[in-house]
């Protein structure tokens, strides 16, 4: 799916906005983006004959039904994936000459590779300087990944937000990638709490992962146990 030449930059910022945040009306994108509802609307027309996005009808209260936003398999395709079909095919015959098994260990020792390298690349410091690190990291290999940074009763939490996933084709087929990576970020931030609070392959439209250092653990259970 090629995006039309034609006012790029808006329709980029669209098909962005739907990614990280899985649906929107025309009103909300006119206001986030600061265009007119109806260049947005004309956009929104293009982008659906292009066949990046589809809309339901959603009716609220007694007032007309208004079309609400996502992207279409073809909008997702849109954005950079690293690992193609090739890496799945190569997958495929490996599981069929050594089982499936055999692949997830291998699969495994990939994800445990990658770990020592994003530890080795980020360094030390904080746990909030090692995070935006890495997620610069993420961002280079495909990922549409942003720090979360949250105040929770006046202490800071951190989360990874990932809206596109560069290694998708393979996550559908061999779901135990998506085990190794969570287990690839515990092992990157060890002095952390690492937990997945969203996934894509259940439908969401991130995957997403909780950051709470455990010190911070640590010291509730302390005060829980006073």
């Excluded at 990046?52 to 208004?66: F, H, L």
């Excluded at 190794?180 to 060890?190: A, D, G, K, S």
């Amino acid at each position: 799916m090629k995006v039309n030449s034609q006012n790029p930059s808006t329709k980029e910022d669209i098909l962005k906005y739907l990614l990280k945040h899985g649906r929107a009306r025309a009103q909300e994108l006119a206001e986030v983006l600061a265009v007119t509802p109806q260049a947005v609307r004309r956009h929104l027309k293009d982008l659906e004959v292009e066949g990046a996005i589809e809309y339901q009808s959603v009716r609220e209260g007694m007032g007309r039904p208004q079309h609400v936003y996502q992207l279409t398999a073809a909008g997702r395709a849109h954005f950079p994936h690293r690992y193609d079909d090739f890496a799945l095919s190569l997958l495929d015959t490996m599981a069929e000459t050594v089982g499936k098994e055999s692949v997830g260990k291998v699969l495994g020792k990939q994800w445990e590779q990658k770990a020592r390298d994003y530890r080795d690349r980020i360094g030390g410091g904080s746990v909030r300087e090692r995070l935006y690190r890495l997620v610069a990291l993420r961002r280079d290999e495909g990922y549409m990944a942003e720090v979360v940074e949250v105040d929770a009763d006046g202490e800071a939490q951190f989360g990874i937000a990932e809206y596109n996933c560069a290694i998708s084709n393979v996550a559908e087929s061999y779901p135990t990638v998506c085990g190794h990576e969570l287990l690839m970020f515990i092992r990157v931030l060890p002095d952390c709490k690492v937990e997945r609070t969203h996934w894509m392959i259940d439908g969401e439209n991130r995957c997403g992962y909780s950051i709470r250092e455990r010190a911070l653990e640590i010291d509730r259970a302390a005060d829980r146990a006073s």
